[in-house]
C-alpha cells in the first residue's frame, strides 16, 4: 500500500508517496509504523512527546477520516488503500 505526503511532510522524506510492505491484516497503526520505520523524521512532524498524534495533522483512508468514520489507528487497511497524511497548510 502507498502514503501521499503533502507539504512539510513531503518536504521532510523528499517523496510525495511513500509504498510501504504491510501484512494482510493490518491496520492503520501498522502502515503507520511501517512508514515511519523507513521514514524516522517523520516521527517529530507527526507525534507529540506523548505520542499522540497531533490534533492538527490529518489522516485519510481512501478520502475519509477514520476517527470520524471507522476505527481510527485500529481501521483495516488492504493493499490497494491509498493513506494519507496532511499537515496544516496556508496560502492564498
Same mark, same amino acid.
Request: aromatic share 8%.
Given at each position: 500500500?502507498?502514503?501521499?505526503?503533502?507539504?512539510?511532510?513531503?518536504?521532510?522524506?523528499?517523496?510525495?508517496?511513500? @509504498? %510501504? #510492505? *504491510?501484512?494482510?491484516?493490518?491496520? *492503520?497503526? !501498522?502502515?503507520?509504523?511501517?512508514?515511519?520505520?523507513?521514514?524516522?523524521?517523520?516521527?517529530? #512532524?507527526?507525534?507529540?512527546?506523548?505520542? #499522540?498524534?497531533?490534533?492538527?495533522?490529518?489522516?485519510?483512508?481512501?478520502?475519509?477520516?477514520?476517527?470520524?468514520?471507522? !476505527?481510527?489507528?485500529? @481501521?483495516? %487497511?488492504?493493499?490497494?488503500?491509498?493513506?494519507?497524511?496532511?499537515?496544516? %497548510?496556508?496560502?492564498?
Amino acid at each position: 500500500m502507498h502514503w501521499k505526503l503533502f507539504a512539510t511532510l513531503r518536504e521532510a522524506t523528499g517523496h510525495q508517496e511513500v @509504498a %510501504v #510492505e *504491510i501484512e494482510e491484516d493490518a491496520t *492503520i497503526r !501498522d502502515a503507520l509504523d511501517a512508514l515511519l520505520q523507513n521514514h524516522p523524521e517523520l516521527e517529530d #512532524e507527526l507525534f507529540s512527546p506523548q505520542g #499522540e498524534l497531533y490534533n492538527h495533522i490529518r489522516l485519510l483512508q481512501n478520502g475519509d477520516d477514520p476517527f470520524l468514520t471507522g !476505527d481510527g489507528f485500529d @481501521a483495516d %487497511v488492504g493493499p490497494d488503500d491509498e493513506l494519507a497524511l496532511f499537515p496544516p %497548510v496556508s496560502g492564498g
